[in-house]
């Protein structure tokens, strides 16, 4: 089965600043996607940005990138430019292709804090 | 586009009683998950459908929890007897049908159920 790790519970960041999560998994599957989501307060989780692992190019959504190593099994996202509207919890996700196993397999989640 | 709507937002409720949570997923997305979210952790799936159809429900625990999705729309989600270890916040995403294309989940925004 396959596992998502988040080993930093929580970090900190001050505005303007750069900040880099991490998150690794685990799979014995060549094709799959991978999804970092923000969860505010409001507790609605909201997509940040995606990544195809067949594609080799890292994804980046304005002031968000990915750096994804497929051999490593690791994707970080990384902030920049961090704003206090980035405060939340942030989860890393891993979906299998598999028609019968294409749930969302989600992290322990690391709390960021922006400090003024 | 609306989103992904759930209710009741929060639920406090007795231990032994029973609780139903409703969802409506956006409009055309045949495919409906239910999650829960112990609080500090990542949302564990519960039940997926694939329009009124269950894929998954290999992690619901079927003495207490039942699921349906008729007509293929609207969910509900029903606990009976509820357990102190059931309070978290439930969560229900859908998403279009997966044909191998990059495809997200979108989410509501979560009940949160609190038994005493």
């Known amino acids: 089965a396959q596992t998502v790790t988040q080993s930093q519970p929580e970090m900190s960041v001050q505005e303007a600043e750069t900040v880099t999560l991490s998150c690794t998994y685990d799979?014995?599957?060549?094709?799959?996607?991978l999804f970092w989501y923000k969860q505010p307060p409001s507790r609605q989780m909201i997509l940040v940005i995606r990544?195809?692992?067949?594609?080799?190019q890292n994804a980046t959504e304005n002031r968000f990138s990915v750096n994804f190593q497929k051999a490593a099994k690791s994707f970080s996202l990384k902030i920049s430019d961090s704003q206090l509207g980035d405060a939340a919890m942030y989860f890393c996700?891993?979906?299998?292709?598999?028609?019968?196993?294409?749930?969302?397999?989600f992290g322990a989640g690391t709390r960021l804090t922006v400090k003024p | 586009e609306a989103g992904v709507a759930q209710s009741p937002r929060y639920k406090i409720i007795e231990k032994r009683q029973s609780v139903a949570f409703w969802c409506n997923p956006i409009?055309?997305?045949?495919?409906l998950y239910w999650y829960q979210q112990i609080l500090g952790q990542g949302p564990k799936l519960l039940i997926q459908?694939?329009?009124?159809?269950?894929?998954?429900d290999s992690q619901l625990p079927k003495d207490r929890f039942s699921a349906e999705r008729l007509k293929g729309v609207d969910s509900t989600l029903k606990i009976q007897p509820a357990k102190l270890e059931d309070s978290a916040v439930y969560l229900c995403?859908?998403?279009?049908?997966?044909?191998?294309?990059?495809?997200?989940?979108?989410f509501g925004q979560g009940t949160r159920l609190t038994v005493v």
């Open positions: 995403a859908s998403s279009l049908r997966w044909e191998g294309a990059l495809t997200e989940a979108f």
């Open positions: 799979t014995s599957e060549s094709d799959y996607y």
């Open positions: 990544q195809e692992a067949y594609k080799q």
């Open positions: 996700a891993y979906r299998s292709p598999d028609y019968n196993n294409n749930d969302m397999r």
């Open positions: 409009s055309g997305h045949a495919t």
């Open positions: 459908f694939q329009n009124n159809g269950v894929v998954d």
